[in-house]
Each structure stands twice: as C-alpha cells, then as structure tokens.
T-cell receptor
C-alpha cells in the first residue's frame, strides 16, 4: 500500500463557496495528480505536480487551483464552487523510477448544491 | 477531443467465458498503455500494461493486445469471474509527458454467475 489518503471522503457545499480537498502521501513520491471522474468522461486530469511548488495544468483546470508546499501534501482548491464541479475527485501518485502506473486514493465525492 | 475512447459503456458476460474490453486511441505519440479496474467507492487500481514495442502482454487471466496500426488495444479476461465485475479504464501515456495518463471513459463489466 502506497499510503495515499484523501480528505474529506464526502462533502456537500453551496454554490459560490470555496472548497479545498487534500491529498496526503507518506512515501515522498515526486509526482502527484488530481483527476475528476464523471459519467461518460472517465478520468480527466485537473492539475499535477512534479515537486514542491512545481505544478502544471491538466485538461480541465478551469475553476481549480492547486498548491504543494510540502512533498507529502497536494491540495486542490475550488475558489468558488459551481454545480458543474460536482464530481468524484481522485488523487494519484506516481512511484517514479520508470514506473508508469499510478496509485490512486479512495476519492472524494463532492456535491455542489 | 477524446484521445482515448472506450466505445462500450457496458459489457455483460457469463462466468467462465471470455470478456473482451476494447479501447481506441487517436494520438500516435502514445507509447505506453495501461488498464485499471475500479470498484464502487474505491480508487482505480492498476491491472496490466503494455509498451508500444510489444503487441501482447499476459498476466494470469488477463492479456492485453496492442494493434498499433489500428491504434487499438483490448483486454481479455479468461475465464471471467464474478469478482471481475467492475469498471475498467483504458489509459495511455507519452514517454516525455511526465507520466501523465489520458484515460478512456470506462466500461462497466458485469460477470453473471
């Protein structure tokens, strides 16, 4: 087990409020990713990080920001939540050393009402 | 622009029979392909992968086939078991992309006893 945890597991929030999701890993892996899963779209990359303070946008980054001030934590923030951001959010880490598969967290189910 | 497509949202097979899940891609730069399995309320887990220098990779009951000319890959599960019932995601990556994965929409496999 790669030791990746997401919090919270479930959250309901109101439109227009800020929301922060946390991803925590215990093994100091360099690469971390945030994906969202929606029916008919599979998993889509929101943002990713390749080191402390090094982040980049994915294919669906609008409305999201990220921060990585420590190797072990990767935060995803919805500055002003909208109903279209209702989704299941997954964090993933890449083990590095040529490993090309990810290990995923258990997900955060976010509902924006 | 969906670069990785799984055209079958669902597949139902009988226990003991073969399950064949299909995936097509459009980006000729993809050089590594993976399959993930996902149970409800859990994160996706890595199942099997294949490099573009191969056309087949086998791991127990699971075999992945890659047809580069057709930009098509498939996952064969033989024999299928009820515990294989899950959503299967196809994913692809480019060597120079920092291990970013592009996922398909997923296929819900149901194996009936």
């Amino acid at each position: 087990d790669a030791g990746i945890t997401q919090s919270p597991r479930h959250k309901v929030t109101e439109t227009g409020t800020p929301v922060t999701l946390r991803c925590h890993q215990t093994e100091n892996h360099r690469y971390m990713y945030w994906y969202r899963q929606d029916p008919g779209h599979g998993l889509r990359l929101i943002h990713y990080s390749y080191g402390v303070k090094d982040t980049d946008k994915g294919e669906v980054s609008d409305g999201y920001s990220v921060s990585r001030s420590k190797t072990e934590d990767f935060l995803l923030t919805l500055e002003s939540a909208t109903s279209s951001q209702t989704s299941v959010y997954f964090c993933a880490i890449n083990m590095g050393q040529g490993q090309k598969s990810y290990t995923f967290g258990s997900g955060t189910r976010l509902t924006v009402v | 622009d969906q670069q990785v497509k799984q055209n079958s949202p669902s597949l139902s097979v009988q226990e003991g029979r073969i399950s064949i899940l299909n995936c097509d891609y459009t980006n000729s730069m993809f050089d590594y392909f993976l399959w993930y399995k996902k149970y409800p309320a859990e994160g996706p887990t890595f199942l099997i992968s294949i490099s573009s220098i191969k056309d087949k990779n086998e791991d127990g009951r699971f075999t992945v086939f890659l047809n580069k000319s057709a930009k098509h890959l498939s996952l064969h599960i033989v024999p299928s078991q009820p515990g294989d019932s899950a959503v299967y995601f196809c994913a692809a990556s480019v060597e120079t992309s920092g291990s970013r994965l592009t996922f398909g929409e997923g296929t819900q496999l149901t194996v009936n006893p």
